[in-house]
Nanobody
């Protein structure tokens, strides 16, 4: 069992930055690939970024490449999403997910565990 708690969301102006945090409980954090996802009002949840168990491989949605960076600290059971050059289209609830299979996070939006989400609002 893994419990995930996101934080770091908020209101920011276009062009600004935010750093999201996802803290995981349990001693098996390093066994999971981790992903960030987002859901805007009226839209389905979409993949944003993912990182493998060791942090050796990452993947990003085209819409955030070059602006967002995912990282993790297995000693702190935490995964991060650094978001720069934010745009109003980035406004959404951001969720972190933990999954055994990296490609399931990236291609199928499929995770074994989900957090409750944190709101990110980007004003124009």
């Amino acid at each position: 069992q893994v419990q995930l708690v996101e934080s770091g969301g908020g209101l920011v102006q276009a062009g600004g930055s935010l750093r999201l945090f996802c803290a995981a409980s349990g001693r098996t954090f390093s066994s999971y690939s981790m992903g960030w996802f987002r859901q805007a009002p009226g839209k389905e949840r979409e993949f944003v970024a993912a990182i493998t168990q060791s942090g050796g491989r990452t993947d990003y949605a085209d819409s955030v490449k070059g602006r967002f960076t995912i990282s993790r600290d297995n000693a702190k059971n935490t995964v991060y999403l650094q978001m720069n050059s934010l745009k109003p289209d980035d406004t959404a609830v951001y969720y972190c997910g933990a999954g055994i299979i990296f490609i399931d996070l990236v291609a199928r939006n499929k995770a074994n565990y989900w957090g409750q989400g944190t709101q990110v609002t980007v004003s124009s």
